[in-house]
């Protein structure tokens, strides 16, 4: 990250500012959430970023929300993926 990395005590207020954003809200995980996240990670593998991203993309569409990210590998996943 460069000469963007943060020490812990600014990054919490990083997220303190993110936080009192009106545009930002905090969910709660949907309550049927583990079906969609079992379907979304059967991708054979074993990889810790495919877990997380299968995660990420489970909550979004059972929230009815669109993920978006840098990851362009993400792309390929689902119709509510918005690459950056």
Known sequence: MGSDV???PE???L???VCADERVAYLS???AIEP???RQSRLGTSSPKVWADA??????TMAGLK???FDGALRSR???VFVL
């Open 15 to 17: 997220w303190d500012k």
């Open 55 to 60: 995660y990420l993309l489970a909550f979004a």
């Open 6 to 8: 943060r020490k812990i």
């Open 78 to 80: 689902g119709s509510e």
């Open 29 to 31: 995980e949907p309550e």
């Open 36 to 38: 969609e996240f079992r």
């Open 67 to 69: 993920l978006v990210t």
């Open 11 to 13: 990054a919490w207020d």
